[in-house]
């Protein structure tokens, strides 16, 4: 089966650039989606097909995906960015979805 | 505004069947991908399955023995059966919608809470 591999945690000062990694055997060719969730309310989409924003997204988060690795990038960090990350793909060999184990990024 | 809203016990007891229902408001349920994920308390997420409203289901291959999935376009409501549940069943539901022309999910229930115990 697909697998998907986050950092557990990434850490990050106020005004900075974090960049969460999600790992898997040539994601490039996938659409890959990011959610944000925060402590006791549902994900929320914040990226989707691999750099694409819903509305209502700020331009400080973005996505990038290339070989085995896709990457969330989110600029200028706030303290409001804390929480966890979640990335998916949709695997079409076995046709199911699949996460990520999710990053939690800390605002220092 | 499309809104999910799960419903169902929120507590079941070891060796029956879990049932849970989400209804779509604000929009139609027809011609999309009805998904049912679930979270563990302090884990990630895992996918279950999907229904498309024609009937047509996927499920995780880890779960598929005891899953079905089924769609009620007139109620605008589709659900969730998972049978011979044990603590580990223990997990906050959500369910999800597959936006058009992707894969990805953008609307999301706010999750029922389900615990597995005598």
């Known amino acids: 089966s697909y697998v998907l591999t986050q950092p557990p945690s990434v850490s990050v000062a106020p005004g900075q650039t974090a960049r969460i990694t999600c790992g898997g055997n040539?994601?490039?060719?996938?659409?890959v989606h990011w959610y944000q969730q925060k402590p006791g309310q549902a994900p929320v989409l914040v990226v989707y097909?691999?750099?694409d924003r819903p509305s209502g997204i700020p331009e400080r988060l973005s996505g990038s995906s290339s070989g085995n690795t896709a990457t969330l990038t989110i600029s200028r960090v706030e303290a409001g960015d804390e929480a966890d990350y979640y990335c998916h793909v949709s695997d079409t060999s076995s046709d199911h979805y699949v996460f990520g184990g999710g990053t939690k990024l800390t605002v220092l | 505004q499309v809104q999910l809203q799960e419903s169902g016990p929120g507590l079941v007891k070891p060796s029956e069947t879990l049932s849970l229902t989400c209804t779509v408001s604000?929009?139609?349920?027809?011609?999309?991908?009805w998904n049912w994920i679930r979270q563990p308390a302090g884990k990630g997420l895992e996918w279950i399955g999907r229904i498309f409203t024609s009937g047509n289901t996927n499920y995780n291959s880890s779960l598929k023995s005891r899953v079905t999935m089924s769609v009620d376009t007139f109620k605008n409501q589709f659900s969730l059966k998972l049978s011979s549940v044990t603590a580990a069943d223990t997990a906050v539901y959500f369910c999800?919608?597959?936006?058009?022309?992707?894969?990805?999910?953008?609307?999301w229930g706010q999750g029922a809470l389900v615990t597995v115990s005598s």
């Open positions: 097909d691999d750099s």
């Open positions: 999800a919608r597959v936006a058009r022309g992707s894969s990805s999910l953008d609307y």
């Open positions: 040539n994601i490039g060719v996938k659409g």
């Open positions: 604000g929009g139609s349920i027809n011609r999309y991908y």
